[in-house]
């Protein structure tokens, strides 16, 4: 494996070593090298220099170009304006770097990091017992994204799913359990996600009708809840049939919506419960956290009510227990000293965002979190429905995971039978693709959308052909392949003596970014703009395919070898990018 310099790396080199040569009283000194729609590239660093020099910018900037080395990769650079540079570059430049990344097989030249660390990124996290809803969607897919592409980077990702699975709920449910033992069991044994969750709903519905109209009932279901906390043998082996009965639908969800959830990865609120009192001991000992009120809180400046007053990050309520941040700070003090992490990814809904930056804060004041150890939100907005309102059923509740992406899927597969004739596809073709289409539309409406930002959840939209689409890049995909498959004996060979035509130069230009836009969602956290990447790799394909024809008897063999070479290295980023996305890409379609 090597990683390959991208063609913007190489010139910013060359233009900063020519500043320096040119100029070297102005020391180490930035191009300012960006795209431009002038030339390939634009560097504005010496307009700042020439005030910095009380020089001229166009004559400063004649002294640079006299400074860059004769080569092949610049074909034409030209002052313009205040000193501003249009730099072309040659064409054989383009298809070297091409070839190189394309001979470095998945990884397509994009470096791994030069200093790795260890990322936990906590994501995926539903509630034990409770039907997994829309509002679970985001969390899930970003997260997942994010750990795929900064494995890709080379960082060790630690994935955690902090599930619901504690709390005063739980002896409700379990004392029911006590009273009615078979209420989980199934007949042939192990239940379906669909049963399992049948079950829990079952449990629920009948506990909570008991514990609303029977006081005694209620009195031992609150004695259940301190045997539970207390760590009773078998109060807690019932708790943990109702944790592995929601594991079996989870998994069910997950495998849906194509994604790999592990079990050791699955660490919730309760495998945090023999840290609580240590972690609320060092807070207090520290001087992090007092006693107010009888709760033991933590006080902010900046944080303060409608009245004026401060709002603190209750830790440990009056009566004993122990709130959400003394399990978020335990698990804080988990990931960073036993799991050695230095950063910690939390995709959390951003309704949670003040808890969050409490909890940090916290967390810092503590030492837990300082200089080489950082937390971060990657906070997300909310799924709307068309009428731009939070995505409701008709009759007003929340939307069950399921029954979205299975009319997801159901949409799509449509979309795919109307195609099926002309492209010969089987019936199992048909819903394999059907599934692909209609998860990867879910995932990429998603991961198109700034995090942060809401959006309008529009199933007509997202299985569309046109425009910004998982089907649009899933078709730029399948109609690659399709050419590859039809060029017979001809190969894809990359041809750098050949003069490019303006759209093969502009794919290629978009090819070469791939690494760069990659290292920067890995560094920002932000999917979105590898989807952005890739939706416009689609487009300048489909411009490319438009304007030169890959196949035809009127091109010379080299043409047609370095077109196939240019489809297939498209073919392979658009690939690689899509799975970084968690989103298939069918090999017809």
Known sequence: ?????????????????????????????????????????????ILALAKKLKGNPRELASQVTAALPTGDLIKDIEVSGPGFLNVTLTDGAIIRTLAARAADGDRLGVPLKAAPGT???????????????????RSAVIGDAMVQILEFTGENVVRRHHIGDWGTQFGMLIQYLFEHPDELRHEGGQADGEAAMSSLNRVYKASRV?????????????????????????????????VDESKIYFYSVFNKLDMEIRDPDIVGESGYNDMLEETCRIL?????????????????????????????????KTNGGYGYAATDLSAIRDRVQNLK????????????????????????????????????QLAFGTVLGKDGKPFKTREGTTVRLEDLLDEAVERATAVVREKAVKVGLSEDEIVENGRYVGVGAVKYADLSTSAVRDYKF?????????????????????????????AGDAKPVAHPELELAPAERALGLHLDQFGEV?????????????????????????????????????????????????????????HQGMRLLGIRTPERL
């Open 119 to 137: 990322t936990v990124i906590d994501y995926a996290q539903p509630n034990v017992a409770k039907e997994m809803h829309v509002g679970h969607l």
């Open 210 to 242: 008991l514990f609303d109209s029977d006081e005694e009932f209620k009195a031992r279901s609150r004695d259940r809840v301190v045997a539970l906390q207390a760590g009773d043998p078998e109060t807690l082996a019932h708790w943990q049939r109702f």
């Open 284 to 316: 207090e000992e520290t001087g992090v956290a007092v006693r107010s009120e009888g709760a033991l809180c933590v006080f902010f400046d900046d944080v303060k009510g409608p009245d004026g007053n401060p709002v603190p990050l209750i830790v440990k």
């Open 518 to 574: 990659l290292a920067e969602v890995a560094s920002e956290c932000e999917p979105h703009k590898l989807a952005a990447y890739l939706y416009q790799l689609a487009s300048h394909l489909t411009t490319f395919y438009d304007q030169c024809h890959v196949l035809s008897d009127e091109n010379p063999a080299e043409v047609v070898e370095n077109r196939l070479f240019l489809v297939d290295l498209t073919a392979r980023t658009l």
């Open 341 to 376: 992490a230095d950063t910690l990814v939390y995709v959390v809904d951003a309704r949670q965002s003040l808890h969050f930056k409490m909890v940090f804060e916290t967390a810092r004041r503590a030492g837990w979190l300082n200089e080489d150890v950082h937390a971060h």
């Open 1 to 45: 494996m090597a990683s390959v310099n991208s063609l913007a790396s190489t010139l910013q080199q060359q233009l900063t070593d020519a500043l320096t040569a040119a100029l070297p009283e102005a020391g180490t000194a930035d191009p300012l090298l960006r795209r431009s729609d002038r030339a390939d590239f634009q560097a504005n660093g």
């Open 458 to 486: 529009d199933l007509d939209q997202m299985v569309s052909l046109n425009g910004d689409t998982s089907v649009y890049l899933q078709y730029a995909y399948a109609r690659s392949r399709s050419i590859l498959r039809k």
